[in-house]
């Protein structure tokens, strides 16, 4: 009963549009109120504080400034430049930009929605003015935005980590092979649509435009490589890389002239705006998997499952269908939080590697940002590239095969993300 009115009251409220971090609030409060702990509603603050104060999640805000931080200081025009030099002469020349351009912009905001509002004016914008239809540019837009959050540095991860008690130089490691494939997975597919349709095409870079962008490219790419090398050579924790990441930015800003007061401003309004909305989503999902395990739903649920199959790759079936749901309703951090500490024990009893498990739930809720009818990568992308939202939700619905191919490759070949993590780090 606790989970039902938990889960009913939490989705019907984001249903209807209110915001995701007072639903899960608002749920939470019901559920106490209409059950037994009706005179015990001080827990609430306790799991509330209990949720939060975890070192771990230092490092939220400082991945998510390092990404506003590039955005200010325009490294997203950097980054998209680049990228054009070396693949915009080829077919869907600007469709494999907007997906290159993904990939590196993913080193640096480990955001989706960064990449949609960053990006996505540009990308949009550039491939309008070359012809391509308007629905086409968003959808792809929205789509290659998934390769954000699994290329470390990776806000999803660092709570996936935090929640599943699995180091963060792991998770990170887990996700390039993932992010690469997501990545190629798209451009294959841009290749196949070019042989079937006809996309504008542009001349080939000079060797001096190739020169120049890429020396702006590289100096872009030394945000993830100040955090990746830092941590996983333990010169530092994952919290001071992200400090290191927005030093390294606002050095970049000065050298590039590109900075302002405003800029900053603006920036350090947005990642105070992000980090408190998602800490008290992370409070209130605390005091949520208190009430389910108070209730023992991982244990029914999990006793459920193994009822109807005691086989492993049917369980994976069904887990991916359930989160892809899931994904299509909710947004990734709340999900998580949600889905995460229910899933944990059943997938221990399934032998499913946790590492392995991360990957893919954040792809397969990730998926779910350009998913119809809630995504909210699709609102973003409608909003900033000016295309109707009822055109961009049909002309999403093809880019979602390659993806949903790369997530059963994931699930079904666990050593696609486990064998760099091991090779480096060694087997857990």
């Given amino acids: 009963m606790i989970a039902l009115i938990l889960f009913a009251g939490f989705i019907g409220l984001i249903l209807v549009g209110i915001p995701v971090s007072i639903s899960i609030g608002a749920a939470v409060f019901a559920t106490f109120l209409t059950s037994e702990f009706s005179d015990a509603t001080y827990i609430i603050p306790q799991q509330l504080l209990e ?103 990776s806000i999803g991860l660092v709570i996936y980590a935090f929640l599943a008690q699995q180091s963060i130089e792991r998770m990170f490691l887990a996700g390039l092979v993932p992010g690469l494939l997501v990545g190629l997975s798209l451009m294959v597919f841009n290749r196949i649509l070019a042989t079937r349709q006809h996309f504008p095409t542009q001349e080939k870079a000079s060797r001096e435009t190739v020169l120049k962008t890429s020396l702006d490219g590289i100096l872009a790419l030394g945000a993830p490589g100040i955090i990746l090398g830092a941590i996983l050579f333990g010169f530092v924790t994952a919290t001071e890389a992200g400090v290191l990441a927005c030093l390294y930015t606002l050095v970049l800003g000065v050298l590039y002239r590109s900075i302002t007061l405003r800029g900053l401003y603006t920036a350090l309004s947005d990642t105070m705006m992000m980090t408190t909305i ?18 023992q739903v991982p244990q029914h649920f999990g006793n459920f499952l193994f009822d109807f199959t005691d086989d492993k790759n049917v369980f994976l079936a069904l887990m991916l269908v359930f989160i892809l749901l899931i994904g299509c309703v909710v947004e990734g951090v709340p999900a998580k939080l949600m889905l995460v500490p229910m899933l944990l024990p059943i997938i221990d009893q399934y032998g499913v590697d946790r590492v392995h498990f991360g990957i893919i739930i954040q792809l397969g809720l990730l998926i779910g940002i350009a998913t119809p009818p809630m995504g909210i990568g699709l609102y973003i992308v409608s909003e900033v590239g000016k295309v109707p939202f009822e055109r961009l939700a049909i002309a999403v619905i093809p880019f979602l095969v390659p993806l949903i191919v790369v997530l059963l490759m994931l699930t079904y070949i666990p050593q696609l993300t486990l064998w760099l993590p091991n090779l480096v780090l060694g087997p857990e």
């Fill in 278 to 295: 998602i800490m008290i989503i992370i409070g209130f999902s605390t005091a949520m998997g208190w009430l389910l395990a108070i209730d």
């Fill in 51 to 153: 949720g939060v104060r975890k070192p771990s999640l230092t490092a939220v805000p400082f991945f998510i400034m390092a990404g506003n931080l590039m955005n200010t200081v325009g490294m997203t025009d950097r980054i998209f430049n680049f990228a054009n030099s070396l693949v915009g002469h080829f077919k869907a020349g600007l469709a494999q930009v907007n997906v290159l351009a993904s990939m590196v912009f993913a080193g640096v905001s480990g955001a989706a929605v960064a990449d949609c509002a960053g990006l996505g004016m540009i990308e949009i914008k550039a491939m309008r003015e070359r012809g391509y239809n308007p629905e086409f540019a968003a959808a792809l837009t929205v789509c290659s935005a998934v390769i954000g959050p699994i290329i470390p540095p």
